[in-house]
């Protein structure tokens, strides 16, 4: 995080654990919900937000008033797939598109939670992926803006 400002609140605080894996705290991880949660009022749009460690454990889910019910579900998958490769959800859109057998089989595979489908980005922290945050309510392009919008405002980056 160096040479960029981050009001205290908002900084990150990953906690290392004895073999080595980097930890979200449940404060960043509401943090992160309550930033999207943010920008998703701006844009007008009710959403349902997801947190995902990188083993595809979800930390948090929230459903903003008027969003439909299917939505956490979509948000959940999105963010499951993006933690999993570490890459925002839409580049496996992109990556499967040519072998629909494939993705058949990847959805199955993982009962379902593998959702190629724009609206999610990887969360991390000096370099190490530390989770997926994933939208669902708006369009796929609304969806990972607002995602985006949560990671940046709390000190993360999208990328390693």
Not at 5 to 27: F, H, I, K, M, Q
Not at 35 to 63: C, I, N, W, Y
Not at 67 to 77: F, H, L, M, S, Y
Request: charged share 15%; glycine share 12%; with cysteine.
């Amino acid at each position: 995080m160096a040479g960029r400002s981050v009001p205290a609140l908002l900084a990150p605080a990953g906690r290392t654990c004895s073999n080595g894996e980097v930890l979200l705290p449940l404060d960043d991880v509401l943090r992160l919900l309550t930033a999207a949660r943010s920008a998703a009022e701006k844009e007008g749009v009710p959403m349902s937000f997801a947190v995902m460690d990188p083993g595809g454990h979800l930390l948090a889910l929230t459903r903003m008033d008027g969003a439909p019910w299917i939505t956490a579900d979509v948000a959940q998958g999105k963010a499951w797939t993006s933690a999993a490769y570490g890459v925002p959800s839409g580049a496996q859109k992109e990556k499967i598109a040519a072998m629909p057998v494939f993705a058949t089989a990847i959805t199955a595979m993982t009962h379902g939670r593998f959702t190629p489908q724009t609206g999610a980005v990887p969360v991390y922290l000096d370099g190490v992926l530390v989770a997926g945050l994933g939208a669902s309510g708006g369009t796929g392009d609304q969806d990972e803006a607002a995602c985006t919008a949560a990671v940046q405002a709390t000190g993360y980056s999208t990328s390693a």
